[in-house]
């Protein structure tokens, strides 16, 4: 079974401009959790998306947001990025039984760097 | 959640126990103790979990004390491989998909 994917794995972008991550999870998976991954700050929950819904809501500015598509891939949005919004961007999908365990599989992450 | 407290580093000896632990007192009764794990440079990975008693599956133990106020990660023999960050973090479960992790615990395992 193939794991979750993203892509981009790098990109360069400079300030100001916008970013689109992209975010494939494990077949079956509805569930599509980000987060952003950041020396001073680690790993910190962005949102989390459930039949194209976001369903949680982690504390960033505006500038950050997603969307869920009917097949469950998730894609993320920066937009005028800042110098600070560098970082390892960590995508996760969960199988969302119902249950009270819910199992997180990790991507690889997309590393951003903005100059 | 639950605010979680980990050492910041441990060494542990190729082929030893490496046992990690974690305070989480203001963890509350419907809170489960989650263990992640991130190798360097890669995704976080799951390892275990547990709500009240201990658990144990392929990749480690999970011991959790009766008032639930701390819990220790048992790797029962720890590789190389196993060097990592382990965060321990405290998750309702259900529809509540948001992990907080901490800073975790960087465990070297040395040959």
């Known amino acids: 079974k193939a794991g979750v994917t993203q892509t981009p794995r790098y990109l360069i972008k400079t300030r100001g401009q916008q970013v689109t991550l992209s975010c494939s999870p494990i077949?079956?998976?509805?569930?599509v959790s980000w987060y952003q991954q950041t020396p001073g700050q680690g790993l910190q929950f962005l949102f989390e998306?459930?039949?194209?819904?976001?369903?949680n809501k982690g504390n960033f500015p505006g500038r950050f947001s997603g969307r869920q598509f009917s097949n469950s891939r998730s894609e993320m949005n920066v937009s005028t990025l800042e110098l600070g919004d560098s970082a390892l961007y960590l995508c996760?999908?969960?199988?969302?039984?119902?249950?009270?365990?819910?199992?997180?599989?990790f991507g690889p992450g997309t590393r951003l760097t903005v100059l | 959640d639950a605010k979680t407290t980990q050492p910041t580093s441990m060494d542990c000896a190729e082929g030893r126990a490496a046992n990690l632990p974690c305070n989480h007192s203001t963890i509350s009764g419907n809170e489960y103790v989650y263990w992640y794990r991130q190798i360097h440079s890669q995704g976080p990975q799951y390892i275990i979990h547990?709500?009240?008693n201990n658990e144990t599956n392929e990749m480690a133990s999970l011991i959790i004390t009766e008032d639930r106020k701390s819990s220790t990660l048992i790797l029962p023999h720890a590789t190389l491989r196993d060097t990592a960050v382990y965060y321990c973090?405290?998750?309702?479960?259900?529809?509540?998909?948001?992990?907080?992790f901490g800073k975790g615990t960087l465990l070297t395992v040395n040959p």
């Open positions: 998306y459930f039949s194209e819904t976001q369903r």
């Open positions: 547990g709500l009240k």
């Open positions: 973090i405290g998750n309702s479960g259900g529809s509540n998909y948001k992990l907080t």
């Open positions: 996760a999908s969960s199988l969302n039984t119902g249950s009270a365990y819910n199992e997180q599989f």
């Open positions: 077949s079956g998976h509805r569930s």
